[in-house]
């Protein structure tokens, strides 16, 4: 039982570059999850997902997007990098009965750095 | 306003002293709400989950506030292993959202 994980670790991009941050979960939870943590912000919620083909945005969505296809993984695309964009990024799952929800468990996180 | 506000501190104690952190939240239809603890540049793990009668867990405990929209950490004995930062955590069902504070940073000091 590995919990949340998330590839890469850490990641250096371009300006104007893609790329997609990886999570996967093996605790078959419906919730899932992603946020973005910079100095003094907090954790801040960028997209979520209730159930397989649901998503819907959160506090911060702009220059991100998510697909949920599976109920393990719930992967966030960066379409075209900006340095406001460099932040630490977690994602995090949470068993959901529809009504009610219990915590959240977090990933690593993944560093991501944009020049 | 912050749907949920913290004093992100630092809060500096010597060991052993008590210390309590405030949360305030601005949805009153929020539903759930927790303290996680996180180490620096590691992930938020969870602390405790807040219930309305109160809850302990040795040398923690939390309440929860719902007339003025509040919930409360208090840490007692202090040690030096619980220098990290505290984030308190609301859900709101209607919203299907965690929306998380910006943290408290605690130092205890030796």
């Known amino acids: 039982n590995a919990g949340v994980t998330q590839t890469p670790k850490f990641q250096v991009l371009k300006t104007g570059q893609s790329m997609t941050l990886q999570c996967a979960q093996d605790?078959?939870?419906?919730?899932m999850s992603w946020y973005r943590q910079d100095p003094g912000m907090g954790l801040r919620l960028i997209h979520y997902s209730v159930g397989a083909g649901i998503t819907d945005q959160g506090e911060v969505p702009n220059g991100y997007n998510v697909s949920r296809s599976t109920t393990e993984d719930f992967p966030l695309r960066l379409l075209s990098a900006a340095p406001s964009q460099t932040s630490v990024y977690f994602c995090?799952?949470?068993?959901?009965?529809?009504?009610?929800?219990?915590?959240?468990?977090f990933g690593p996180g993944t560093r991501l750095t944009v020049l | 306003r912050k749907e949920v506000e913290q004093d992100p501190g630092p809060f500096n104690v010597p060991e052993g002293a008590t210390v309590a952190f405030n949360c305030t939240y601005s949805?009153?239809?929020?539903?759930?709400f927790f303290w996680y603890r996180q180490d620096c540049r590691k992930e938020p793990k969870l602390l405790m989950s807040?219930?309305?009668s109160g809850n302990e867990d040795g040398r923690f405990t939390a309440q929860l506030n719902r007339a003025s929209q509040y919930i409360s950490l208090l840490i007692r004995d202090s040690k030096l292993s619980d220098s990290a930062t505290y984030l308190c955590?609301?859900?709101?069902?209607?919203?299907?959202?965690?929306?998380f504070g910006t943290g408290t940073r605690l130092k205890v000091l030796a």
């Open positions: 949805n009153s239809a929020s539903q759930s």
């Open positions: 605790m078959n939870h419906e919730y």
């Open positions: 995090a799952s949470s068993p959901w009965t529809g009504v009610s929800t219990d915590t959240q468990y």
């Open positions: 807040v219930y309305s």
């Open positions: 955590a609301v859900y709101t069902s209607g919203t299907y959202k965690y929306i």
